[in-house]
């Protein structure tokens, strides 16, 4: 992985993000994800639901920043 790409973990069934623990207890029903990288060279920047893990559109994300986040994917 290069620059800020990292792994996250997130449940299958909610979309939140858990602990590499849990991801590694429950493999089943979890994702590994890997975020970040360069817009340059092909990434795109995502809006997600801080409290469900679903994507969201940019109009929401900017009515309810304060449970979106913004990731390079």
């Known amino acids: ?3 800020n790409e990292h792994e996250v973990n997130r449940s299958a069934r909610t979309g939140r993000f858990v602990k ?3 991801a ?10 890997t975020v970040g990288g360069d817009r340059e060279k092909g990434g795109r920047e995502v809006n997600r639901s ?3 893990g679903k994507f969201v559109t940019e ?3 900017q009515l309810h ?4 986040e913004k990731q390079n994917v």
């Open 1 to 3: 992985m290069a620059g």
């Open 20 to 22: 590499e623990s849990t």
């Open 24 to 33: 590694q207890r429950q493999p089943d029903t979890t994702t590994t994800e």
């Open 50 to 52: 801080a409290k469900t």
């Open 59 to 61: 109009t929401t994300a």
């Open 65 to 68: 920043s304060d449970s979106t």
